[in-house]
């Protein structure tokens, strides 16, 4: 039974509020099938008893429960792969003559989910680019779902996660079992810093960014919400920094200070230069 109006309503608010994601009315039904193991995990029997609770305690933890649950976390190492050879290279070769006085680089992987995205991004950096073991290289990543970054930290993948885009000799080199599971080892691990960002609050301080990768998130949002997003991303990157979208994601229409360039399906900006 789909939520009555009403409650509906409630749960779209609640979410746009804390997440910018927008909830359309024909997605009733998703709403109620991802509400229900949050309404089972406090013991009550319905999603209207769970939006009943919700409206008579609007300061417990369980709102973020529920904003996370409408989170769609769907990922995969290197996605799209075109991104990541654009990234191997163009984006790292350039920036190896551009940074090399300073020997640093920082790169942002925002919305990254469970961590398949920066630790594909820290793999390749160590299999192709060895040179950059003398460099400070961060590689943050941030998300605004408390779990997806709990299964981040722990680095460790189901056989179903790493048959899904990972190089058979990445496995081998980059991975441990552990049981029936799939651990990254540490050297891999350590590379990559997790944290949390909502991107629609105010962020947490970054360095100056080299690289982001804000993949298959504004797809979520509204244009104004994209258009705040890309413009505080753009505050953060350096003049000559490159910037990821997803495949079905662009700048266009939303903000002229970006370019897109001309690598192959790779979804890649820079800031256009004045
Ligand atoms: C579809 S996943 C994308 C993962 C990865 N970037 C990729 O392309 O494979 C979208 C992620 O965006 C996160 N997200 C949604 N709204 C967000 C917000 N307001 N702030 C930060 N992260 C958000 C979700 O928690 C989810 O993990």
């Given at each position: 039974m789909?939520l009555?109006?009403?409650d509906?309503e ?8 804390r ?18 193991p949050v309404?089972k995990?406090?013991g009550?029997?319905?999603t209207s008893?769970l939006v009943a609770h919700l ?6 933890g369980?709102?973020q429960?529920?904003?996370?649950a409408m989170t769609t976390?769907?990922?995969?190492f290197?996605r ?8 191997k290279?163009?984006?790292?070769p350039d920036m ?8 640093q680089?920082?790169i942002?992987?925002?919305a990254?989910?469970t961590?398949q995205?920066?630790f594909s991004?820290?793999?390749l950096?160590?299999d192709d680019f060895p040179?950059?073991?003398?460099w400070s ?5 941030t998300d605004l779902?408390d779990n997806v970054?709990?299964k981040?930290r722990?680095a460790t ?6 048959n ?6 990445y496995?081998?080199?980059?991975f441990?079992?552990r049981?029936?599971e799939w651990?990254?080892k ?6 990559v810093e997790?944290?949390?960002l909502?991107l629609i609050?105010?962020?947490p301080?970054?360095?100056p960014?080299?690289?982001v ?5 504004l797809?979520?949002f509204d244009?104004?919400?994209k ?12 003049s000559?920094?490159?910037f990821f979208l997803?495949?079905a994601?662009?700048t266009?229409?939303?903000?002229d ?12 900006y820079?800031?256009?230069?004045k």
């Amino acid at each position: 039974m789909p939520l009555n109006v009403a409650d509906f309503e409630f749960v779209r608010t609640l979410v746009s509020k804390r997440s910018a994601i927008v909830l359309d009315s024909e997605k009733s039904y998703l709403v109620e099938s991802r509400l229900v193991p949050v309404a089972k995990s406090i013991g009550l029997a319905t999603t209207s008893d769970l939006v009943a609770h919700l409206r008579s305690s609007p300061s417990s933890g369980l709102h973020q429960k529920v904003v996370e649950a409408m989170t769609t976390n769907e990922t995969s190492f290197f996605r799209d792969i075109h991104p990541f050879e654009a990234f191997k290279n163009v984006v790292v070769p350039d920036m190896l003559k551009r940074r090399e006085s300073t020997r640093q680089l920082r790169i942002w992987c925002g919305a990254s989910s469970t961590g398949q995205e920066p630790f594909s991004l820290a793999m390749l950096l160590r299999d192709d680019f060895p040179c950059l073991k003398s460099w400070s290289v961060r590689i943050i990543a941030t998300d605004l779902s408390d779990n997806v970054l709990e299964k981040a930290r722990r680095a460790t993948f189901s056989q179903l996660e790493v048959n899904r885009g990972l190089p058979a000799s990445y496995l081998v080199k980059y991975f441990e079992r552990r049981g029936l599971e799939w651990r990254l080892k540490d050297e891999i691990c350590s590379m990559v810093e997790f944290g949390k960002l909502n991107l629609i609050e105010s962020w947490p301080a970054m360095p100056p960014l080299d690289v982001v990768f804000l993949r298959n998130v504004l797809i979520y949002f509204d244009v104004p919400t994209k258009k705040q997003i890309l413009a505080k991303v753009r505050a953060g990157m350096r003049s000559d920094g490159y910037f990821f979208l997803g495949g079905a994601e662009t700048t266009l229409n939303l903000d002229d200070k970006f370019e897109r360039l001309d690598f192959d399906r790779a979804g890649c900006y820079r800031l256009k230069s004045k």
